[in-house]
């Protein structure tokens, strides 16, 4: 057994099975699941689990050398959009339609409990070294 980190048994082998250029969506319970990507529901209630809190444990066990966010998200959900600016200085912003045409793209889904509008970003994955 796993002594620390992510320890949800398909979210870890799923994080383990990604490469560099993979995308990852982190959303909110609201956001509208693709076809195609492999998707790890953590939605237990309204909030729970935060976006934060799981973007954090993410970013954690992942190297991610960009993001792409819904342009909204400044005015409809400041916490979020201050939380996604402290982490990504680069963060890139679209509107939120096309956010949703690049999460097809995705190859993992993991969707939070998160109850606040636009708390969702697509993250590209990088290499350690």
């Not at 402290?86 to 939120?96: R, W």
């Not at 939070?112 to 070294?129: H, I, K, M, Q, S």
């Amino acid at each position: 057994m796993k002594k620390h980190g992510i320890l949800n048994r398909h979210l870890s082998g799923a994080l383990a099975e990604l490469g560099h250029g993979d995308g990852v969506l982190v959303c909110d319970a609201g956001m509208p699941i693709p076809g195609g990507p492999r998707v790890v529901d953590l939605a237990f209630r309204a909030g729970v689990p935060s976006f934060a809190e799981v973007l954090e444990g993410l970013l954690d066990e992942l190297v991610v050398e960009g993001a792409t966010a819904a342009s909204e998200v400044r005015d409809a959900n400041p916490a979020a959009a201050e939380l996604l600016a402290g982490h990504f200085p680069g963060l890139g912003l679209v509107p939120h339609e096309r956010l949703k045409e690049l999460s097809a793209g995705a190859r993992l889904v993991v969707r939070t409990g998160e109850a606040r509008p636009y708390a969702n970003v697509l993250l590209r994955c990088g290499v350690f070294f």
